[in-house]
């Protein structure tokens, strides 16, 4: 199809005059938009599959066109955004804890890490903020890189399939999901820290996204395998904030991923919810069971605590 010829049309001798542009008023035209059937002239016309279509066609076809979605409804995204942001967070507390204790090794001997490091007896005498500042807590360089890496590997391309905010509440149930389960199956005067719990619930998230998008899960699955022998075999790995990270980071992932097209959000959010509610629960029965507990202090020598 050729481009219609620019200039101003005009009609044959004894021929009714030519309509004007809808919009250009001054410019006489002999042409029309094969869609809304309106003059147009040259500069206002687009070639279209059929015929030739006004830029206002044009525009207003654009905003009825559907964008391209994943399969957990998310805008298609060229790079990650929110994993590069935790990794700073994770970088800076470790930063601001090793200066505290003049050691980059040794940081958990300071301040910041005595009074948000997870240690389960102080979260039953009402420090409930440990559940959370506890994963952005790690214990020396090496395990410090170890999540860092894990989290930029699997992190990046989970962030792309769910988008920001579903990833982002993803990466937090896991994070709380780990933390629960420290809280109510462990020991209660043993200390944790690190952002393996919301780490591992991405491993389990990415296994489940595999799945659903019906791509390889051997290597995902191996290297879960790898890291769940690690956390058994080299001491003091928190076996039970890694699978409890891994369960609710997958139960997460599946509900965001498997979300019926119909009513998406109203689904996702409620099983996001509803994910949230059962770890709450499970927090407020492990510490009903165990009485009214009080302490004083903040993990250090002179905390002090007992059942009032």
């Known amino acids: 199809m050729t481009v219609p010829p620019h200039g101003q049309p005009t009609g044959s001798d004894g021929a009714p005059p030519l309509q004007a542009c809808v919009r250009h008023p001054d410019r ?39 964008q391209a979605v ?36 040794d940081n958990f001997d300071s301040d910041g890490f005595a009074t948000s490091a997870l240690l389960p007896i102080l979260v039953a005498g009402g420090q409930w903020w440990r559940l959370v500042t506890s994963g952005f807590l790690h214990i020396g ?45 462990g020991e209660l005067v043993q200390p944790v820290a690190g952002a393996s719990g919301a780490v591992y619930g991405l491993m389990g998230g990415i296994a489940v996204a595999a799945l659903r998008l019906k791509v390889s899960l051997r290597p995902v699955l191996i290297v879960i395998g790898l890291n769940v022998l690690l956390s058994v075999t080299i001491p003091g790995l928190s076996l039970l904030g890694h699978l409890g990270g891994l369960f609710v980071g997958a139960a997460a992932t599946a509900a965001l991923v498997y979300a019926p097209r119909q009513r998406r959000l109203l689904f996702q959010g409620g099983a996001l919810a509803a994910i949230f509610l059962v770890l709450a629960v499970a927090l407020v029965t492990k510490d009903m069971s165990l009485g009214n507990m009080v302490c004083t202090g903040y993990g250090g020598a002179g905390t002090r605590c007992a059942v009032g």
């Open 28 to 66: 006489p035209t002999g042409l029309r938009c094969t869609r809304c059937e309106r003059p147009a002239c040259p500069d206002c016309l687009r070639e279209a599959s059929v015929g030739y279509h006004c830029v206002d066609c044009v525009q207003a076809g654009r905003g009825g066109t559907r």
């Open 70 to 105: 994943t399969v957990a409804g998310a805008r298609l995204a060229a790079k990650p955004v929110v994993v590069p942001v935790l990794i700073a967070v994770n970088v800076l507390v470790h930063v601001y804890t090793s200066v505290q204790a003049g050691s980059g090794m």
């Open 141 to 185: 360089l090496p395990h410090l890189a170890m999540n860092m890496i894990a989290l930029w590997v699997i992190g990046r391309d989970l962030e792309l399939v769910l988008g920001r905010l579903r990833f982002t509440a993803v990466y937090f149930l896991s994070l709380l999901g780990g933390s629960t389960a420290v809280f109510v199956f």
